[in-house]
């Protein structure tokens, strides 16, 4: 995978670690059980004659029933986000859903079925910790690690850091750049144009 796909998969990945109940005690074991419920929508008999599109939208329906999705998204928009109107940010926020459960499934096509393990729980503080993992996915192996802040739903994603990357850092420069020259209705077109490619291992920035 190059460089922009392979951190759109990264992202869409991290969306999967689901909504962390407050009471549990170690935060990567609904990681792990959402992680395995993804990859079973596309690879278990449960969904084999799904298309591809059926197949994002039961991903995106994985991770809406136990993730607040926008919760990374903003976080990667930073202030950005206040330069949108607010039709423009719920279609940025949609747009972006699409995209990352697109590249996911993309990027799992046609391969084997990726095998993940897990490290130890890191509890920074009685509210932050980190789950560190391993992800081989055909020859590559990727080193993730997710980190969660305890919020009043529960445990939540707010970054993954992938070979040292951090995904929302990431994301928030080419955000920054964007709107440096442009504005939230060229942001649109720009996604609902990455939306129609085929192809996501081009080199595209937003």
Known sequence: MKAFRFLLFVFA????VGGLSAASENPA???????????????GDCCRDMDAEAKQAKVREVIEAS?????????????NWNLMNESEQKEVLDLIKRLVVKAYIDGLSG??????????TLMVTDKRAEVSSKVRLKDQTVRIVYRLGRMQNGWQLFDIVAE????????????????RRNDGEELIAKLQELLKKEDLDEEVQL
């Open 13 to 16: 990945s991290s969306m999967l």
């Open 29 to 43: 074991e609904k990681l792990k059980a959402t992680v395995e419920e993804a990859l079973e929508v596309v690879y």
């Open 67 to 79: 993730y607040d999705f926008n919760v990374i998204i903003r976080r990667a928009l930073g202030r």
């Open 111 to 120: 391969s084997e079925r990726p095998s993940v393990s897990y490290g130890e």
């Open 164 to 179: 040292d990357i951090s995904v929302v850092s990431n994301y928030r420069q080419q955000f920054d750049d964007h709107f």
